[in-house]
């Protein structure tokens, strides 16, 4: 089989990317075998312009948000699926540090931020002492749905291979590649975890870390909103159904959902919710992030048929999109990547 490229893995970045290559008429494949936990599979999938206890704007938050909105809706029209759902965020203060911050980003006039006009419509709902506030043009990728469907349509187009990709099967040439019976002029890795055991991108500084999150049924719980108290709670395709999370840890032993979080996380829905719930389940993945908190795009520097599309860590349904657009177009048209976000950087790392 010949093709212009090799994806391997399709989470996030390998759907995105391999989404755009089709819209351009690029000839691809796609390695994965479909892991039933990675962090696209159990993310809740939000997109919020702002981010941290200081509540600044995320990076590039112009661009990337409209690109998402955009880049989810037109995915999912192909698809005939609900891709994307725009849901304001309710940030309910755990603490008065974070509502003076809150309000002073308002002051500062900070776009995205704005005080709540009914500060008592969510009585019935949540035990709240300190007031709300709302984040607007936060939006939700409704991955569930959107991952599968791709799948499919990646498998009836014959452009998928369900397996694990094994490096001792990949033969690199001057300009091109091969795996098995498939000739490519470029491989892309966009494997997430695993690009942390790469021989050709391992020495990237990658910086794993787990997040662990619950399935919870709350009936009467309006899913109108994302609502946050430290913890985030986010309604889910399935009526009355949320995933609520998450936490961030840097040293942990496995992958494995933990009894501590399960506990932490019941505790603090029942001190936060007035309504009753019920826990369906409970999961956990590493996320792919890097120590600068800047992906991973573009060619390798000294191996120019190899790429990595990586590192989106806790905001990749919004870099993942409007990255892989880039990547795809510096592949096709040689335009640019974004500096901070090129891999070239690292020449000298990926050099040793």
Not at 186 to 212: R, V
Not at 321 to 332: G, K, N, V
Request: proline residues 6%.
């Amino acid at each position: 089989m010949q093709v212009d490229f090799i994806i391997v893995g399709q989470g996030l970045s390998g759907t995105w990317l391999s989404w755009f290559f089709a819209r351009e008429n690029a000839s691809f494949i796609v390695i994965d075998k479909n892991e039933p936990t990675t962090p696209s599979k159990v993310s809740a999938g939000i997109i919020n312009p702002v981010t941290g206890r200081r509540m600044v704007r995320v990076w590039l938050a112009g661009q990337v948000l409209s690109f998402a909105h955009e880049a989810y809706t037109e995915l999912g029209n192909f698809l005939d699926i609900k891709a994307i759902s725009q849901k304001n965020l309710i940030d309910f203060f755990p603490n008065a540090h974070q509502r003076q911050v809150f309000l002073e980003r308002i002051d500062e006039g900070e776009e995205y931020l704005a005080a709540y006009p009914e500060q008592n419509q969510f009585n019935e709902f949540f035990n709240y002492q300190l007031g709300c506030g709302e984040i607007r043009h936060c939006y939700i990728a409704h991955l569930e749905s959107l991952l599968p469907a791709w799948r499919e349509e990646l498998k009836n187009n014959n452009r998928l291979l369900e397996e694990n990709f094994q490096f001792n099967n990949l033969i690199l040439k001057g300009k091109s590649v091969e795996y098995k019976d498939i000739q490519a002029t470029k491989i892309i890795f966009c494997d997430g975890i695993s690009s942390f055991e790469n021989p050709f991108f391992k020495q990237l500084p990658f910086a794993p870390n787990k997040g662990e999150s619950l399935i919870v049924e709350i009936p009467g719980l309006p899913g109108h909103h994302i609502y946050k108290k430290g913890f985030v709670l986010a309604p889910l395709e399935c009526a009355s159904t949320f995933w609520f999370g998450s936490n961030y840890r840097w040293n942990f032993p496995n992958v494995d959902p933990t009894r501590e979080f399960y506990e932490q996380a019941q505790r603090h829905l029942q001190d936060w919710l007035k309504l009753p719930f019920k826990i369906l389940e409970h999961q956990a993945a590493l996320r792919p992030a890097t120590l600068e908190r800047r992906p991973f795009v573009g060619l390798h520097p000294h191996q120019q048929n190899l790429a990595i599309l990586n590192g989106m860590g806790s905001k990749g349904c919004s870099l993942a999109p409007f990255f892989a657009r880039q990547l795809a177009d510096h592949l096709l048209y040689q335009k640019e990547i974004t500096p901070e976000a090129d891999v070239k950087r690292f020449t000298k790392t990926l050099g040793k």
